[in-house]
């Protein structure tokens, strides 16, 4: 009996986990301030629930901050085009988002811009992807 009660805890834990992983837009992010940043890739994961994409942006200074953005799901993104090789290390880029709640330096991006003009709606969880 305490076998079948601790295989039931396990299972239990393991749905609860991912579903307390991914959270809602307006937790996180506020759609109140928007941000524009440019900057240069410098990482890019494409894993669930939502891809996300490292970019260094330099100041006035010339002080380099890294920031985190989010996309979609890795599922929405390719029905919409997009590939795990659509951003790559190195590409310059525009992106257009909402910061995040806690200041942390975090958007959701909404649009993002590369370097030669081509611009990518990359729809954000507030769209409920």
């Known amino acids: 009996m305490r076998i079948v009660f601790g295989f039931l805890a396990a299972?239990?834990?393991?749905?609860?986990?991912?579903?307390?992983a991914h959270h809602s837009f307006a937790a996180q992010y506020d759609a109140n301030q928007p941000v524009t940043l440019t900057g240069v890739v410098t990482k890019v994961e494409w894993t669930n629930p939502h891809a996300r994409f490292y970019i260094n942006v330099k100041d006035a200074d010339g002080q380099t901050t890294t920031w985190n953005l989010e996309l979609a799901s890795p599922n929405y993104l390719k029905r919409a085009g997009w590939s795990s090789t659509s951003l790559k290390e190195g590409d310059e880029?525009?992106?257009?988002?909402?910061?995040?709640?806690?200041?942390?330096?975090?958007?959701?991006?909404r649009m993002v811009t590369f370097a030669d003009g081509t611009r990518v709606f990359a729809r954000s969880s507030a769209d409920g992807a």
């Not at 299972?11 to 307390?20: F, I, Q």
Request: hydrophobic share 60%; aromatic share 0%.
């Open 11 to 20: 299972a239990m834990l393991a749905v609860v986990a991912p579903v307390s």
């Open 93 to 109: 880029v525009t992106v257009e988002g909402s910061l995040a709640r806690s200041g942390a330096n975090m958007a959701n991006a």
